[in-house]
């Protein structure tokens, strides 16, 4: 059993911060990736940064320069740091993490319960 425990949403002011933290927990052999994505009202769930187990990162065109990802591999952890915030940021964001469970298993994705971040205008 794997679980992402995501923490660190709330209501902030456009040009505002915000963190964004995801713990791993479980049955894991290794990670291969860990990311966040969201999704807004009424429109698809988008990626909006990943980090790959050799700190690779890639970022969502809206977000570069705002955003940063950073990940604790000792700790299963993935953060999000979110600066610069504007209104059309507000969603919920869940955190991924692409995993195998066992040295056998195949990876897999896995997801968070989700944490809402509101940006007032």
């Known amino acids: 059993q794997v679980q992402l425990v995501e923490s660190g949403g709330g209501l902030v002011q456009a040009g505002g911060s915000l963190r964004l933290s995801c713990v791993a927990s479980g049955s894991i052999f290794s990670i291969n990736a860990m990311g966040w994505y969201r999704q807004a009202p009424g429109k698809q769930r988008e990626l909006v940064a990943v980090i790959a187990s050799g700190s690779s990162t890639n970022y969502a065109d809206s977000v570069k320069g705002r955003f940063t990802i950073s990940r604790d591999n000792a700790k299963n952890t993935v953060v999000l740091q979110m600066n610069s915030l504007k209104a059309e940021d507000t969603a919920i964001y869940y955190c991924?993490?692409?995993?195998?469970?066992?040295?056998?298993?195949?990876?897999?994705?896995?997801w968070g319960q989700g944490t809402q971040v509101t940006v007032s205008s």
């Open positions: 991924n993490a692409l995993l195998r469970s066992r040295w056998y298993s195949d990876a897999t994705d896995y």
